[in-house]
């Protein structure tokens, strides 16, 4: 961590942010702020609610119509003030399947810290220790287009973690994940020691990681303090015999 | 899904460098596709045939891939014997067949396979991947390597976006025919595709923007030129220049 990071500012800020499609008369968002601190936050909100748009904004990989993006406290107006930006801050797109575009596995996960100028031993280095670091050990020659969904989830997150990023976007990392590769992740997920934001529609998933819960609706965003935990009825199959529920 | 069976291996001509192996491929292909005589095209096919024994590859799938190409070949038998023209004729019952048509459909042939031989011999023992990045390191342009690179991933998801929406047209008791609706249906269908193709690659340009992607792909493995290599490009360049000398004499 060479960077000044200045604790006093937020490390990244939306200060009224404005949007809307081109060709849509109705804003996605209007007058919208936001911080994020070090708190790992659960954003929810129907679908179509803007929850990817909001990431991408931050990101830059789309421009608000209005107000502006502040990383570290600097404003960021062009396409090259992001640059610093998404160095520092990962992103785990919904599909795992936009992510991992290169034939193996292994230089995937080295294709970040290449482009950030590694050497190709180092990228190598950091490659295979990332893989390990979240469970992965050995995975370095598989073919990207051929691992199971859970499997491609993980690779994809080992991509961004390999950047080294000092915060995650992910958006619905959950989606389509069964079981056990969900319990994987969360693992993976509870073990990193940096903020996110993190969107989902699993809230047993969101309770379990996260500090600060945000719910996006009609264009604006609402925080609540907590998620409540309560108890109620459900349904599985076996359900009539005895049986206990671990978390 | 393409599949690449003769690219797993541990053959000399396995470990050569892709990029050594697409410059003998294209000097050797050149010299035989230019061939004029009988002698060249069988020494060609001879060289092809010893490349393939070097590399090892299994004999039935290489002969089914073979078959594929001598359908178009046998193509070429049909016509260039009634075509050819010429003063040489050969009567066989009611047809005259013309001596220096069946001369060039033997050449052709003879051509033709030794190409194919050689291709797959030194550049199907390579994957994909490699023979990309083996271009980049001859300088080919960037954007090409990537577009080749890109469509080799995606190529089986576009594939089974496809298949995705004709099952869903499917079952919805849709039966090809002649007609304008099944006309439109497909119209739709590739349409479709095409859309959600260009979308997925706009999601992939985001998340390579992402990860710092400039324009250039950067290369982790990173394949040595050895004298060994070397030694093979030289034999490769040798034999094509005899092949061009034996034509032009």
């Known amino acids: ?247 | 899904m393409i599949s690449e069976p003769f690219a797993v291996g541990d053959s000399l001509l396995h470990r050569t460098d892709p990029a050594v192996k697409i410059i003998s491929a294209m000097v050797l292909a050149l010299s035989i596709a230019t061939g004029s005589s009988f002698q060249v095209a069988g020494a060609g096919l001879l060289v092809a045939a010893c490349c393939c024994y070097a590399a090892g590859l299994p004999l039935r799938p290489l002969a089914r891939r073979l078959a594929a190409v001598n359908i178009f070949i046998l193509l070429l038998w049909i016509t260039l014997p009634l075509t050819g023209g010429g003063e040489q004729m050969i009567q066989l019952g009611s047809l005259q067949l013309s001596g220096k048509g069946i001369t060039l459909a033997g050449l052709i042939t003879l051509k033709a396979n030794a190409v194919y031989l050689l291709l797959t011999a030194l550049l199907a023992t390579s994957t994909i991947a490699a023979i990309g990045h083996g271009l980049e390191r001859l300088h080919l342009p960037n954007k090409l390597t990537i577009l080749l690179l890109t469509t080799y991933r995606y190529l089986g998801r576009i594939e089974l976006e496809y298949k995705r929406l004709r099952r869903s047209a499917v079952l919805r008791c849709f039966h090809g025919a002649t007609n304008l609706h099944t006309y439109r249906t497909y119209g739709y269908l590739i349409g479709m595709t095409l859309i959600r193709s260009y979308e997925r690659s706009r999601r992939i340009h985001q998340a390579m923007i992402m990860r710092g992607f400039t324009g250039t792909f950067p290369v982790l493995i990173q394949p040595r030129t050895g004298t060994r290599d070397l030694l093979f490009l030289a034999l490769c360049v040798g034999i094509s220049l005899l092949f061009s000398f034996l034509t032009i004499r």
């Open chain 1, 1 to 247: 961590m060479t960077t000044t990071e200045d604790n006093s500012r937020p490390m990244l800020e939306l200060r009224g942010i404005g949007f809307t499609y081109p060709g849509r008369e109705k804003p996605v968002f209007s007058n919208l702020d936001f911080r994020l601190n070090r708190e790992k936050i659960a954003l929810l909100g129907d679908n179509g609610s803007g929850k990817t748009t909001l990431l991408q904004i931050m990101v830059g990989l789309l421009r608000p119509t209005q107000g502006e993006v502040y990383f570290q406290g600097r404003p960021m107006r062009e396409e090259k003030d992001f640059f610093p930006l998404r160095r520092r801050i990962g992103m785990l797109f919904q599909h795992a399947d936009d992510q991992l575009f290169c034939p193996s596995v292994l230089e995937d996960v080295a294709f970040g810290p290449l482009n950030l100028g590694r050497s190709r031993e180092e990228a190598r280095a950091i490659s295979v220790e990332t893989l390990n670091s979240i469970g992965l050990t050995g995975y370095e020659d598989r073919i990207t287009h051929q691992l199971s969904g859970g499997e491609k989830r993980l690779v994809a997150l080992a991509t961004v973690l390999a950047m080294q990023p000092s915060a995650l976007l992910m958006d619905e990392p959950t989606n389509d994940l069964d079981h056990d590769a969900k319990s994987r992740l969360l693992s993976v997920l509870s073990s990193l020691d940096m903020p996110f934001i993190l969107i989902s529609h699993d809230w047993d998933f969101l309770a379990r990681l996260c500090t600060g819960f945000y719910s996006l609706k009609h264009g604006h965003l609402h925080k609540s303090k907590t998620i409540k935990v309560h108890q109620h009825s459900h349904a599985h199959a076996l359900g009539e015999q005895d049986h206990h529920h671990s978390k």
